[in-house]
């Protein structure tokens, strides 16, 4: 091997290994943020009972719901912090046998307004609007527990990246052999490039700011929904323009 060959393989390994630490470097930034929210609430939570056992006369409720509150926000946080960890660890898999899937017979409708309904218990200051065009149930062949994960994934994002007095609208739109779920909100809205961009592995649009919760996330997200949808048999994609708001969609098969 000459030199000029060494050069080039050492140039290519040091791109690599750099390539490495940053990833390596934005999951602990990202993992850290919830674990540093997590022990601040539960220190605030410690100090408050300290507190109250010095002093017994302090009203007992109110020192309780405060406690409540902290610890409510520490398993947010927790939750989040799983939910990162979980799609490291679904991202790295084998491409081949990615994610695990178990398909059963479902009803959308009902699942769709289960999504909703802890999507706005999260977020009450939000309007979700539901769209269903029939009131019996409506049945595809999908794993429940990822169908629902990739609703959520879309309705976290309508929330985080459009302001809160903004209502998001969800909804089924019938096709002959499938169903389309959507979720619109009136954001910032996506350049065509972005567009085409989103589903890649580690992708965040840079231009695009958060308005609701800190959380920036890895840029999994998006990624994993299109990976679970495929596993489905379906398709993912979105409908936007820039300053109009986004329409994210998937579709599944349908059950006749």
Not at 21 to 29: F, G, P, R, V
Not at 54 to 75: H, K, Y
Not at 154 to 176: C, D, F, M, R, W
Request: proline share 4%; hydrophobic share 35%; with cysteine.
């Amino acid at each position: 091997m000459n030199q000029n060959q060494l050069l080039q393989e050492s140039t290519q390994y040091e791109y690599r290994e750099g390539r490495k630490d940053e990833q390596l470097n934005l999951i602990c930034h990202e993992l850290r943020t919830p674990l540093t929210a997590i022990v601040g609430n539960l220190l605030i939570a410690q100090l408050r009972l300290r507190h109250y056992a010095e002093i017994p006369e302090e009203d007992f409720s109110t020192v309780m719901q405060d406690i409540s509150t902290l610890l409510a926000r520490s398993l947010q946080q927790a939750q989040v912090q799983n939910r990162l960890i979980a799609d490291i660890r679904d991202a790295s898999s084998n491409h081949a046998d990615m994610f695990r899937i178990s398909i059963k017979r479902c009803d959308l409708g009902m699942l769709m307004r289960e999504t909703v309904e802890n999507q706005h218990a999260m977020a009450p200051e939000r309007t979700f609007s539901l769209e269903l065009p029939l009131e019996q149930p409506l049945y595809v062949m999908a794993d429940r527990d990822r169908v629902g994960q990739v609703l959520s994934n879309y309705l976290a994002n309508a929330h985080k990246y459009s302001v809160a007095n903004q209502p998001v609208a969800v909804g089924i739109s019938l096709e002959e052999h499938e169903v389309r779920v959507w979720v619109r909100d009136r954001g910032p809205g996506l350049s065509i490039e972005a567009q085409q961009r989103i589903w890649q592995r580690y992708y965040r649009e840079p231009d695009i700011p958060i308005q609701n919760d800190s959380e920036v996330g890895l840029g999994l997200g998006l990624y994993i929904c299109q990976a679970l949808i495929e596993r489905h048999g379906g398709r993912v994609g979105v409908e936007s323009r820039e300053g109009l708001g986004s329409k994210f969609w998937f579709t599944l098969p349908r059950v006749e």
